[in-house]
């Protein structure tokens, strides 16, 4: 089988290096998009990737590096922010937890897909959490689970409008020690990343339009 190339945004720290560097393991030829590219560039090098300067809230940014990159075979949709103000309260944590948890990774899944669709091969991971689910009360701080649900929302819909030969699907890494998850969370980030992996190298018959923790399908 032929090298798979794969785009992790946000993939400079916490689960998104975590996940990039489990699909270097994997043979992948991984690019980590990162907002500082000369910083990028070095943790990069460490595990073997290389890197792309990516802020996915600038439309600018995610069009420059699809150019600079050409067709990918994986896209993870990892880049997430926390925002700590109250829902109604705080329209710039909700503009921003949008841009960067669901603008961005609508505009690059719009970019990249069509080589995905010509190539019958691609696989888009959506990096989401528990807290974006209907089923647990969209129980998120502020505007990230609102943020988390339509991104999950992005999921289904997607899903049901590509081939099935291009899978797309969300993943929550449950509680993970990183900047966002603090030191006391319960997950290393290479648990962390472990369902992203899976899903980022699933079979031809694998699932598509799914919600998934532990390589195992949960309710949205
Ligand atoms: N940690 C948890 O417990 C947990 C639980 C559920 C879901 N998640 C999700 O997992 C994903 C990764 O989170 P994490 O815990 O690894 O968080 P993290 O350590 O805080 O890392 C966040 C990553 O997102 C990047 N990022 C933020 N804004 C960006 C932008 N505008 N453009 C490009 N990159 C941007 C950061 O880049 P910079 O270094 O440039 O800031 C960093 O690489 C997120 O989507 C998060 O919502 C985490």
Not at 41 to 58: F, R
């Amino acid at each position: 089988m032929n090298k798979k190339r794969a785009l992790v945004t946000g993939g400079n720290r916490g689960i998104g290096l975590a996940i990039a560097h489990g699909l270097v393991d994997k043979g992948c030829d991984v690019v980590l998009g990162v907002r500082d590219l000369n910083s990028g560039k070095s943790i990069a090098h460490d595990i073997k990737a290389t890197a792309v300067e990516l802020d996915v809230s600038s439309r600018d940014s995610i069009r420059r590096a699809v150019g600079e990159l050409g067709p990918v075979d994986i896209l993870v949709n990892n880049a997430g922010v926390l925002g700590s103000g109250r829902l109604l309260d705080d329209p710039q944590d909700f503009e921003t937890s949008m841009s960067v948890m669901v603008h961005g990774p609508y505009l690059l899944m719009h970019l990249l897909t069509p080589s995905m669709v010509r190539n019958s091969y691609g696989r888009i991971v959506n990096v989401s959490s528990g807290w974006g689910a209907f089923s647990d009360g969209v129980s998120g701080p502020a505007a990230y689970g609102v943020a988390k649900a339509a991104l999950n929302a992005l999921t289904v819909a997607s899903a049901r409008t590509l081939p099935g030969n291009v899978k797309v699907n969300a993943m929550c890494p449950g509680w993970v020690r990183t900047r966002m998850g603090g030191s006391a969370a319960s997950r290393s980030p290479e648990e962390g990343a472990d369902t992203a992996i899976w899903l980022a190298k699933l079979e031809e018959n694998g699932p598509t339009g799914g919600f998934f923790r532990d390589r195992k399908q949960i309710d949205w």
